[in-house]
């Protein structure tokens, strides 16, 4: 008997449904039939070919799951706290994609499978240490992404809940819960502000040029401003302006308050 493979995953055999509208901040709801066998999951999908995306969204819709389809880098920085898993191609427009897995991993624990062309063993060594927690190359049939999805959510549903804490000096930010205190008081700041500071706090050592922070925090906006405004506000709640370090003509970076 001649063993028939998985078909590709780019070809699919069966009509797929109509184009995926890919979006920038605004999130789709999809309504997937749900199955009892696989429980209905929220993927992002990140690659910049609206060709593939649309295959892959459609497959994943087939088999019960709810896809989110965006083709850059700051998209999905935007979009990653609200899926269950990321589907993350390293070759993006704006950001390289193993940056992009370093900095959802600073900050959340969801699990990201990085799926690429890029075959070498180097390539798949960095884009673990990067954090992902699984490495698929292209071609790659369905039933195996399907598999390692379904491994990867049972591996991360046995692990137990960590909290996750950023202490520097007297600053102390709760990334879950998104509390920032000062001296054990709490700071009340808007999502973005605590994007930024967090953004800043988890790489304290480190000047962070103001391209990516507004690629990292803001997506696609690209106003100047638009960060002087918030280092600003954000100078102003934490009490001191020195919390936070201007380096002319680069960006900004954690100081001491």
């Not at 797929?16 to 993927?43: G, M, Q």
């Not at 292209?138 to 991360?156: C, D, H, N, S, T």
Request: with cysteine; hydrophobic share 40%.
């Amino acid at each position: 008997m001649t063993h028939m493979s998985a078909p590709p995953l780019m070809e699919p055999r069966t009509p797929v449904p109509p184009p995926f509208r890919l979006v920038k901040d605004a999130l789709p709801h999809a309504t997937p039939r749900s199955s009892a066998a696989t429980p209905k999951r929220r993927i992002l999908v990140v690659d910049p070919e609206v060709d593939r995306i649309d295959s892959l969204v459609a497959q994943l819709r087939r088999h019960g799951h709810e896809p989110i389809g965006v083709k850059r880098g700051g998209t999905a920085l935007q979009a990653h706290a609200d899926v269950d898993l990321v589907l993350l191609a390293l070759e993006l427009p704006d950001l390289d994609g193993l940056e992009v897995c370093r900095a959802i991993r600073s900050v959340s624990r969801v699990p990201v499978i990085i799926v690429t062309a890029r075959q070498s063993e180097l390539d798949c060594v960095l884009g673990l240490q990067a954090g992902a927690d699984d490495y698929v190359t292209k071609p790659f049939g369905l039933r195996e992404l399907m598999a390692r999805i379904e491994a990867v959510l049972r591996r991360v549903q046995w692990q137990p809940a960590v909290i996750q804490e950023i202490r520097h000096g007297r600053l102390r930010i709760d990334v879950n819960s998104r509390v920032v205190t000062v001296d054990g008081v709490e700071v009340a700041l808007t999502r973005k502000e605590f994007d930024l500071l967090c953004l800043l706090a988890s790489h304290p050592d480190t000047v962070i040029p103001r391209k990516q922070l507004l690629q990292q925090v803001w997506g696609d906006s690209w106003s100047r401003r638009t960060v002087d405004t918030h280092v600003s506000s954000l100078r102003g709640k934490l009490g001191d302006s020195r919390w936070i370090v201007t380096v002319r003509g680069v960006g900004f970076r954690l100081g001491n308050g």
